[in-house]
């Protein structure tokens, strides 16, 4: 974990002193206003260490969920003008573009600006469409009767996902009828405060099916006990390292994040569970996908990767993970492993999606 946090922190303040050298070259105006943009930019991306040392809880929660936003929108904002200016750097030195492209050109600032708007604008657009995916199980195993189950994982509620949102996704969901709701992970974005804030516990009691839910990386982030104490009171059932039976049918193995490396292993949790029954693993993070297919798991539901959120940074989950989103198979076993319904930071979607999974389980 530390390691991944010094290398973000190198890339991040390498990413920053490059993009602000650029736009300090750009901009063609008098050096006051050239300052008071480059440090109006550097102090968007660095309130980003604010949030993340847990600041936002401080401060009255308008005004948290405004400095979250602006603090994780301007990391995407980073990124694509790093590429841009990258990209536009290689093409000078290869003499595609004109070597002064960049220095003192209003126009190439504009063309710039309005492009990145436009982008974020459509990402945005993509965040908030949630994309229903149907998803066909059977087995020969005896079922009570055809089960409809909805999926989701990364909710992510919290300074940026508020109630009225939320309340949305539940409407979309009792749409569906189900028979059961399955949650793999994340629905704590990273402190339990503006959830009861909102009264956000409420609105999962809403839910007209029973939800099963595993814990995710982010409920670490929150404090589990505070988590822990949040499901409750929301009614949601909470598998920790155990399992549940539905109507001497299924079975649901939730197991702990691996952040806890104490956690039970997959074989010790199949060996406490009912023979017989077809059996669904909630696992936050998809690692070691081939453990299920060996103990003969019918299905795992995972989240965690989001795709990357945007692009390119999907290019790096999907060489990260064996399947960092959708639907696979291993043997008998099925996996889904959804990109969530909601999103950490900036709420762009950009080559991924935001989605709920409605399966219908028959023999």
């Known amino acids: 974990m530390r390691l991944m946090f010094l290398t973000f922190l190198c890339l991040s303040v390498g990413s920053l002193v490059y993009v602000l050298w650029h736009v300090w070259q750009i901009l063609p105006w008098a050096a006051a206003w050239r300052w008071t943009a480059v440090c109006l930019c550097a102090a968007c991306f660095l309130s980003m260490f604010y949030v993340l040392r847990g600041g936002l809880d401080e401060l009255p929660l308008g005004v948290a969920s405004a400095v979250y936003q602006v603090a994780t929108s301007s990391l995407i904002v980073l990124l694509y003008l790093a590429l841009i200016f990258l990209c536009a750097d290689l093409l000078s030195l290869v003499r595609v573009l004109p070597a002064g492209l960049l220095r003192s050109n209003g126009a190439a600032a504009l063309g710039i600006s309005l492009g990145l708007a436009v982008l974020l604008l459509w990402g945005n657009v993509r965040h908030h469409h949630k994309v229903r995916v149907p998803l066909s199980l059977t087995t020969e195993k005896p079922l009570a009767k055809d089960?409809?189950?909805?999926?989701?994982?990364?909710?992510?509620?919290?300074?940026?996902?508020?109630?009225?949102?939320?309340?949305?996704?539940?409407?979309?969901?009792?749409?569906?009828?189900?028979?059961?709701?399955?949650?793999?992970?994340?629905?704590?974005?990273?402190?339990?405060?503006?959830?009861?804030?909102?009264?956000?516990?409420?609105?999962?009691?809403?839910?007209?099916?029973?939800?099963?839910?595993?814990?995710?990386?982010?409920?670490?982030?929150?404090?589990?006990?505070?988590?822990?104490?949040?499901?409750?009171?929301?009614?949601?059932?909470?598998?920790?390292?155990?399992?549940?039976?539905?109507?001497?049918?299924?079975?649901?193995?939730?197991?702990?994040?691996?952040?806890?490396?104490?956690?039970?292993?997959?074989?010790?949790?199949?060996?406490?569970?009912?023979?017989?029954?077809?059996?669904?693993?909630?696992?936050?993070?998809?690692?070691?996908?081939?453990?299920?297919?060996?103990?003969?798991?019918?299905?795992?539901?995972?989240?965690?990767?989001?795709?990357?959120?945007?692009?390119?940074?999907?290019?790096?989950?999907?060489?990260?993970?064996?399947?960092?989103?959708?639907?696979?198979?291993?043997?008998?076993?099925?996996?889904?492993?959804?990109?969530?319904?909601?999103?950490?930071?900036?709420?762009?979607?950009?080559?991924?999606?935001s989605e709920y999974i409605v399966a219908t389980l028959s023999r």
Request: charged share 25%; net charge negative; aromatic share 12%.
């Open 147 to 353: 089960y409809k189950i909805v999926m989701m994982s990364d909710l992510h509620l919290g300074y940026h996902h508020r109630r009225g949102e939320f309340a949305r996704w539940v409407d979309l969901v009792n749409a569906e009828h189900p028979d059961l709701i399955l949650i793999a992970g994340d629905i704590i974005d990273g402190s339990v405060r503006p959830l009861l804030a909102d009264g956000m516990a409420e609105e999962f009691r809403r839910l007209r099916a029973p939800v099963y839910a595993c814990l995710g990386n982010h409920e670490y982030y929150s404090r589990v006990p505070k988590a822990r104490a949040f499901y409750e009171e929301a009614g949601i059932h909470l598998l920790v390292d155990t399992c549940a039976v539905i109507d001497d049918a299924l079975c649901i193995i939730g197991r702990d994040d691996r952040t806890n490396a104490a956690r039970h292993s997959l074989a010790e949790l199949k060996e406490k569970a009912p023979e017989g029954l077809y059996t669904f693993v909630l696992d936050h993070q998809p690692y070691h996908l081939e453990r299920a297919e060996r103990l003969g798991i019918d299905f795992q539901l995972s989240g965690h990767t989001h795709r990357g959120q945007v692009w390119p940074i999907s290019w790096l989950t999907d060489w990260m993970y064996e399947c960092s989103f959708g639907p696979w198979q291993r043997g008998e076993t099925r996996y889904y492993v959804s990109s969530g319904i909601g999103i950490w930071g900036g709420k762009f979607r950009i080559g991924t999606q």
